[in-house]
Structures are given as structure tokens and as C-alpha cells.
């Protein structure tokens, strides 16, 4: 083992994110709550991660699920008390785990006392958030929301306009305003001083707007966002941010960057974020059309297809694209450091997206793992997909959301589409599907609640479920635990640099890279389609297995089956 490294507790975690609102209900009303975390908080340990983040329990009307906070200090009634939520620190800590916080400044909600008194003329905080005047036909410029729709809402009350990047429910905190910036600074505080192990900043890249806010560049069927991203003063936000909060913490700080490069990537870990989350790897399946273009495959194309061809259409991913995303941020962010997920609550489900969840379920859910477990990154696993929890189709009516709702509204009323036509979309694109209840046994609602959940539950939980995958030695969830057991024993997976073998012309569909580290070596092969694929040619094919998802493998066999993932032991 070597020692010669730069090492770190949250390089050497795997965290774990729960969505609270979909993991474990305990009280019978259909939402998950704390309580309910709690009552699983062995589950974290059995299968060996390090960190838990929980997404928002913060008091909230939810309108983005949580994202949209009224008041930053309280927990959110339906989730529990705040005795709860200091009942589940100590699970955790007791468990030699961490917590992290979701951090959400860039915006709050309408329903937040600051934005309610900045509403009101007289309330004294008119500058908290981005007001500007005008009258109500006219938006101050022309952008457009992250959802959709238009990022101005008119505000009859005050007679002028509030900027949201997001929906109109959550408004743009004024950065430029030091007061807001000191509220937020006083509020981490409070956290940290709770014991928190880190944050996890929700669209952080966002906070700082360009001077003037100009319009934004439009073409025919493109629109330039860069402009709400990495504005003038962010890393003066930063690095104030840092000073006057987490900076005597020993606290792993995650930035969500959207719009961010590596380059840009680097002033952030100056500024004191650890890791930056990017998009680049979720981008590679969408086509040339991104995620909710009408134009993407043109609609009659889709209304047309059948489901495999759908498939094709919604789901393509070329392993090229794929390296070239995570190379660029591996070789991009230089000696500083990534994280990788493969799902995330804003995404759909990893081995749908990724893998087969029909045929080739296991096998390429396990390949998935594989292919997270082993990249110079800490590993964010998303609930549910340590046991190959899928994508579903959704009645217009069961949508929760806010996104996709709203990107529906757009397609069926302004381009015309019949619903039907976009269900396929929603069923690869809405954050819905990472959303389903946490599928914990076969007894109704997947053993979620005993209520009614808030919102649909996949048909599929009597086949993939916790209690079954933890019976089966076999199953997504034991490969999982034991891959993250050998990654947490493993110097050359955590630390070793990488070199990117594969994908070419040669081995179609075939992925490969070595990480090395002093003397020590692994190489990883993953064959990432449903065909057979000869990989003999590949040096380093002919060393012992240290671990694999098919079993009775054999080093002397250089066919690897259908999804078959492979880590060799170079020496
Ligand atoms: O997401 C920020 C973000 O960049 C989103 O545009 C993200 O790309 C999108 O949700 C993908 O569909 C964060 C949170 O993770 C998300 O859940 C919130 O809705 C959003 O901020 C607003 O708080």
C-alpha cells in the first residue's frame, strides 16, 4: 500500500442519498419522514456506505419537494420534529457514519417570511430578493426558467417583477444584498453547530447574477443559459461563504455546479468546495435535442415507434461520449477531485438509463456499480438503485414533478403533442422515476407506508426489493456491499490515476480502464451490451479476476458475457 497521496476521509467515502419523502414512512400519512429513516438506519451499515445526504427536510410547501424552503431552521412538519431529526445525527454517528445537509441559498420559497416581507412595500427587505420594475406585459429581460416557462412572475402586490431560475415558487435570493448574505452565513452556522458533517449546496453556480442581467443570447431552438451561471462575484461569495462559516469545520462541502468546466471547477476547490457535481455523464444518453426538445426525435418519429425502437430513441448512449465526460472532469480537475453518481433524484433510474432493467437486469445494474465503484471519484449511490430500482410509466395525472409538468404543459400546449406522445419522455426523463417509494418488501406499497403514498409506487417492487436482494447472496445489493467493502480496503481504486483503455472500433461497446497506483494495478472491463464480446486482444486479460458479476468465471475465458464487468488484479 502506498502512502504517497493525498488522502481524505470524503475521498475514501461512498455516500448515499436519500430522498426523504420516498424512503420510509412511519407514521401512515404516505410520506417518508425522519422517523422512518431512522427505523432503517442499519440498512445504511449493511450495505457499508460512509455518508449519508439527505435531501430537504426543511419546512416547505413543496412545490419542488422540498427545494423550496419556508424556514430554514425548522424540519418540515409531515418529515417529524427537530428531536427527530437529532435522534437520527446520533443513528448515524453512532453507525461511524456521516450526515450531510442539502444547502438550498440560491433561492427560497415564495412562502418564506423574507420573501413575504419583501412582497409588501413597507416590509423593509425590498432588496432581498431580484426585483425590478415594469409593467406587467413586459418582463425585465428574456429569460427562461430551468423548468420551462418564463424565469419572471409578476408580482401584483409589490406592482413588479421577481426573478426565479426555478419555478415561480421559488424566488432568487439577492445575493448582492450582504444582510441575505449574513442571514444564510448565521442559518449554516446553526447546523454546523448541530454536528452536521457537510452540505451539499443545491445549484451553487447560481447564486451570483451578472451585472445588469442582460438579455440572453436565442437562436432558433436554442437558448444560451450560460449567463445564470458562475456570475461576476461567485467566487467572492465563495471564499466569504467559507470564512464565515464551514471553514473551522471538518465538513465535506458539495458543490451542485451546473454550467460549471473543470477549469471553472478549480476555483471552487480553491474557494474551499471539495467536489463539484456535473451533468456531463447524465447529458451522453440525451441526443442532440437535450432533455425535453420537442425536436429531439420529432414527434411523429416517436408517436410511430415501437417500444424498442423508443428505447433506442430515449436511451442511446455512445461509450465514446461517456469516456469523453468523465475524462474530461478526471484529467480536467488536475490533483483536486470528482465524485460520480450514476442516479441522483433529479435523475432517472441508473440501470433503466444505463443498463437493461428487462433481460440483463442484474447483470447490467451490476455492471453499473462496477463501472461507479471503480473511477478515481467518490461514489454518490442514489436509493433504490443498490437494488436495480427501474423507470416506470406515469398517467399525466400521477406527475408530481414540477418539472416535468410543467415541460408536458409546454409539449401539449404549445407544440400540440397528444400526451400519449410524450409519455415515453416522462417515463425517461421525468425525476419522478427516481422518486417512487423505496421499495422495501413485497407486502403493499413495496412496505413504504401503510398509508397512502404520495405518490405512485413501480409495480415491479414484488420482484426488486430490499428483503428479497438481501436474501439473495446473489443479488444487486451484496454486489454492491461488497464492492464498496473492497473500494474501502482499496488504495489503487480510491487513489490510483487513470488511464482510459477503451472504447474503440475494436471491441465495440466495450469499456475499459486501468487505475494505478505505485506498483498496484487494476484493470476494469465491462461489456456493456447484451451480445457476447471476444476481449483477448486487451492487455491484461489474462490476470486473475479479483472481482466480477457473473460468477464461475475464469481468467483463461476472454468471452465476457452479456453485461459482464470485470476487475482484473495487475499486480
Ligand atoms: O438542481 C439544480 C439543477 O441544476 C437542476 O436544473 C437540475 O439540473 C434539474 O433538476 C435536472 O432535471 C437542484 C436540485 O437538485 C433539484 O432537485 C431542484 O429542483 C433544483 O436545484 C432547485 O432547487
Known amino acids: 500500500m502506498s502512502t504517497d497521496v493525498d488522502r481524505a476521509w470524503w475521498k475514501e467515502a461512498s455516500v448515499y442519498q436519500v430522498y426523504p419523502r420516498s424512503f420510509n414512512d412511519s407514521d401512515g400519512d404516505g410520506l417518508g419522514d425522519l422517523q422512518g429513516i431512522r427505523n432503517r438506519a442499519d440498512y445504511f451499515d449493511e450495505l457499508g456506505v460512509d455518508v449519508v445526504w439527505l435531501c430537504p427536510v426543511y419546512d416547505s410547501p413543496n412545490a419542488d419537494m422540498g427545494y423550496d424552503i419556508r424556514d430554514y431552521r425548522s424540519i418540515m412538519d409531515e418529515m417529524g420534529t427537530m428531536a427527530d431529526w437529532e435522534g437520527l445525527l446520533d443513528d448515524v454517528h453512532d453507525r461511524d ?24 412595500p413597507d416590509g423593509g427587505k425590498d432588496d432581498w430578493y431580484i426585483w425590478r420594475d415594469g409593467g406587467p406585459d413586459e418582463p425585465p429581460n428574456n429569460w427562461i426558467s ?80 450560460d449567463l445564470y451561471f458562475n456570475g461576476p462575484r461567485i467566487h467572492e461569495f465563495m471564499q466569504e461563504m467559507a470564512a464565515e462559516t464551514y471553514e473551522n469545520y471538518d465538513v465535506m ?49 416517436l408517436a410511430s415507434a415501437g417500444d424498442e425502437e423508443l428505447d433506442e430513441m430515449l436511451n442511446t448512449m455512445d461509450l465514446a461520449d461517456l469516456q469523453e465526460a468523465i475524462r474530461h472532469w478526471d484529467e480536467g480537475v488536475g490533483d483536486e477531485w470528482n465524485c460520480l453518481y450514476m442516479g441522483s433524484h433529479d ?20 455492471l453499473v456499480a462496477t463501472f461507479l465503484l471503480t473511477q478515481r471519484a467518490t461514489p454518490f449511490l442514489y436509493q433504490g438503485d443498490e437494488i436495480g430500482m427501474t423507470n ?11 418539472e416535468a409538468r410543467g415541460q408536458v404543459d409546454i409539449l401539449t ?4 403533442v397528444p400526451y400519449e406522445t410524450i409519455a415515453p419522455f ?60 473492497h473500494r474501502s480496503e482499496s488504495d489503487v481504486l480510491v487513489y490510483g490515476d487513470t488511464a482510459y483503455v477503451l472504447p474503440d472500433d475494436e471491441y465495440p461497446n466495450v469499456w475499459a480502464h486501468r487505475r494505478t497506483l505505485g506498483e ?29 458479476n457473473y460468477d464461475g468465471q475464469t481468467t483463461d475465458e476472454t468471452t465476457l458475457r452479456p453485461y459482464e464487468a470485470r476487475v482484473y488484479d495487475l499486480g
Request: aromatic share 12%.
Open 146 to 225: 430551468l423548468f420551462g416557462g418564463p424565469a419572471w412572475t409578476y408580482d401584483e402586490r409589490r406592482e413588479a417583477w421577481y426573478l426565479h431560475l426555478f419555478d415561480e415558487k421559488q424566488p432568487d435570493l439577492n445575493w448582492e444584498n450582504p444582510d441575505i448574505r449574513e442571514a444564510i452565513y448565521d442559518m449554516m452556522t446553526f447546523w454546523l453547530e448541530k454536528g452536521i458533517d457537510g452540505f451539499r449546496m443545491d445549484a451553487i453556480s447560481c447564486i451570483s447574477k451578472p451585472h445588469g442581467l442582460p438579455d440572453a443570447d436565442t437562436g432558433e431552438d436554442w437558448f444560451d443559459m
Open 520 to 548: 498496484d494495478s487494476v484493470l476494469v472491463v465491462l461489456n456493456w451490451q447484451a451480445e457476447k464480446r471476444d476481449v483477448a486482444g486487451i492487455d491484461g486479460v489474462d490476470s486473475p479476476v479479483l472481482f466480477g
Open 392 to 402: 416506470t410509466d406515469w398517467d399525466r395525472d400521477d406527475i408530481r414533478d414540477v
Open 347 to 366: 435523475q432517472t433510474r441508473a440501470v433503466s438509463r444505463f443498463g437493461d432493467d428487462h433481460e440483463y437486469h442484474r447483470e447490467s445494474a451490476t
Open 426 to 485: 416522462v417515463r425517461n426523463r421525468s425525476r419522478d422515476n427516481a422518486r417512487t417509494p423505496m421499495q422495501w418488501d413485497d407486502s403493499e406499497n413495496a412496505g413504504f407506508t401503510d398509508g397512502d403514498p404520495w405518490i405512485q409506487v413501480n409495480d415491479d417492487y414484488d420482484r426488486i426489493n430490499v428483503e428479497r436482494a438481501m436474501a439473495d447472496p446473489d443479488s444487486i445489493f451484496h454486489y454492491y456491499r461488497r464492492l464498496l467493502d
Open 253 to 301: 462541502l458539495i458543490g451542485e455546479t451546473p454550467g460549471t468546466d473543470p477549469e471553472e471547477a478549480k476555483q471552487y476547490y480553491e474557494d474551499g468546495v471539495d467536489v463539484v457535481v456535473y451533468f456531463d455523464h447524465m447529458d451522453v444518453t440525451y441526443g442532440p435535442g437535450g432533455k425535453w426538445s420537442p425536436d429531439y426525435v420529432g414527434m411523429e418519429t
Open 413 to 416: 400546449d404549445e407544440h400540440d
Open 97 to 120: 457514519m456521516k450526515l450531510v445537509m442539502d444547502l438550498v441559498v440560491n433561492h427560497t420559497s415564495d412562502e418564506h417570511a423574507w420573501f413575504v416581507e419583501s412582497r409588501d
